[in-house]
């Protein structure tokens, strides 16, 4: 089993994703601690319902963010955490945190990156008039929002959009990629070469372009 650490800011419906996707045995992972930098998280309601270890670190608790950021490693650590999953966590993480868990960062961010970095990627879609964004699985590197991508799905925009729509509709898909984006890693698939991803395929080798969606079709 995948050991997991998931870092959290609030309402956690990626967690969640993830947590149920355990449980319906198509993701064989163990989320071995959720770590939230927010007190007031639903997703440590969340991590009480299912029975998951879970921690508040709060950025203001220490001095510096190389402290804060090195306490975030040794909790992991000590777990065993293998692969970490930043599922909604909004804290740009420095070399501090990046160097010891280096290419087993996964973060997921709504929007197709390189496009609508940062905050309010739904409302900077909508503001721009873009006709199609999406969401993204990225391996975290020390750049914000742009490290190598894992997995992608595209959502149209409707005529009629707004934020809140287009956040919600593109919402379902960050449930599926992520909890596929995990699989891959489960199964020791995921080549990093450089700034592209490879999914190693069991029966064909190394695909040329990535296999999509396989455990949620
Ligand atoms: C998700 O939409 C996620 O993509 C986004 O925050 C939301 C967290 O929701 N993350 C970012 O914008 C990171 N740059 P959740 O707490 O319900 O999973």
Redesign the pocket.
């Known amino acids: 089993m995948l050991k997991l650490g998931v870092l959290?800011s609030?309402?956690?419906?990626?967690?969640q994703a993830i947590i149920d996707s355990i449980e319906r045995g198509i993701l064989k992972a163990k989320v071995e601690l959720v770590i939230s930098d927010n007190p007031e998280a639903y997703?440590l309601e969340r991590c009480k319902r299912h029975n998951i270890e879970h921690k508040v670190l709060e950025r203001k608790s220490y001095t510096t963010k190389s402290a804060f950021e090195e306490d975030l490693v040794r909790h992991l650590k000590a777990k065993g955490v293998e692969l970490v999953v930043l599922?909604?966590f909004?804290r740009i993480l420095s070399e501090t945190f990046i160097e010891p868990f280096r290419n087993r960062i996964l973060?997921?961010?709504?929007s197709l990156i390189p496009a609508f970095q940062g905050?309010h990627?739904q409302r900077q879609a909508v503001e721009f008039g873009a006709m199609f964004s999406g969401?993204t699985v990225h391996i975290v590197d020390e750049s914000v929002?742009a490290g190598p991508v894992v997995v992608q799905a595209v959502v149209p925009l409707l005529q009629e959009e707004d934020e809140d729509s287009l956040?919600s509709r593109?919402?379902s898909f960050?449930h599926k990629i992520l909890p596929q984006a995990v699989q891959w890693f489960a199964e020791g698939r995921v080549e990093i070469k450089g700034r592209r991803v490879l999914i190693k395929d069991a029966k064909y080798g190394t695909l040329p372009v990535n296999p999509r969606l396989e455990i949620f079709t």
């Open positions: 959290v609030g309402r956690g419906s990626n967690l997703a599922a909604g909004m973060n997921i961010h709504p905050l990627a969401c929002d956040a593109i919402l960050e």
